[in-house]
């Protein structure tokens, strides 16, 4: 089963690779991250009508909030991509596989429910079916580790 460990392998590169890209996104420009996941951070046209009622500053404060907090999203997923490098660059593919099996169960479902919740079906599945699908991996590769001891 030497292919399930060098899928694993592959998976997770690309994987840190793209939260590295993601979370520099996030950093240079958290209105396209945060449009990447369907989420609008400036006011629109389709405000709610407590957010119309606001001025135009409390509007541009509440957006300069918003976006901050996308930018320290960022910074996390960030530093998630570079601990996978580090841990890959080490060859730990087993704390690696821990570690994406914790993320991709957590923080797809999360995603996921999230996103389904906010009526974007589409990004909810995007983000919840690939991270299912690297956690199940990572798994499989730690049952494989342990049955081989």
Same mark, same amino acid.
């Given at each position: 089963?030497?292919?399930?460990?060098?899928?694993?392998?592959?998976?997770?590169?690309?994987?840190?690779?793209? &939260?590295?890209?993601?979370?520099?996104?996030?950093?240079?420009?958290?209105?396209?991250?945060? +449009?990447?996941?369907?989420?609008?951070?400036?006011?629109?046209?389709?405000?709610?009508?407590?957010?119309?009622?606001?001025?135009? +500053?409390?509007?541009?404060?509440?957006?300069?909030?918003?976006? &901050?907090?996308?930018?320290?999203?960022?910074? +996390?997923?960030?530093?998630?991509?570079?601990?996978?490098?580090?841990?890959?660059?080490?060859?730990?593919?087993?704390?690696?596989?821990?570690?994406?099996?914790?993320?991709?169960?957590?923080?797809?479902?999360?995603?996921?429910?999230?996103?389904?919740?906010?009526?974007?079906?589409?990004?909810? &599945?995007?983000?919840?079916?690939?991270?299912?699908?690297?956690?199940?991996?990572?798994?499989?590769?730690?049952?494989?580790? &342990?049955?081989? +001891?």
């Amino acid at each position: 089963m030497v292919y399930l460990l060098s899928t694993f392998k592959a998976v997770s590169l690309i994987f840190a690779g793209s &939260a590295v890209l993601t979370g520099l996104q996030a950093l240079l420009s958290p209105l396209s991250f945060a +449009r990447s996941f369907g989420l609008t951070v400036a006011p629109t046209k389709n405000a709610s009508a407590a957010t119309t009622r606001a001025s135009p +500053r409390d509007q541009l404060d509440n957006a300069n909030v918003a976006l &901050a907090y996308v930018s320290l999203m960022g910074v +996390r997923q960030l530093a998630t991509g570079v601990t996978l490098m580090v841990f890959a660059f080490y060859g730990k593919w087993q704390e690696m596989a821990v570690i994406l099996t914790i993320l991709g169960v957590l923080v797809a479902c999360t995603d996921g429910v999230l996103l389904y919740r906010a009526g974007l079906k589409g990004n909810a &599945a995007f983000h919840a079916i690939p991270g299912l699908g690297i956690a199940l991996l990572a798994s499989m590769n730690i049952s494989q580790a &342990a049955a081989t +001891r």
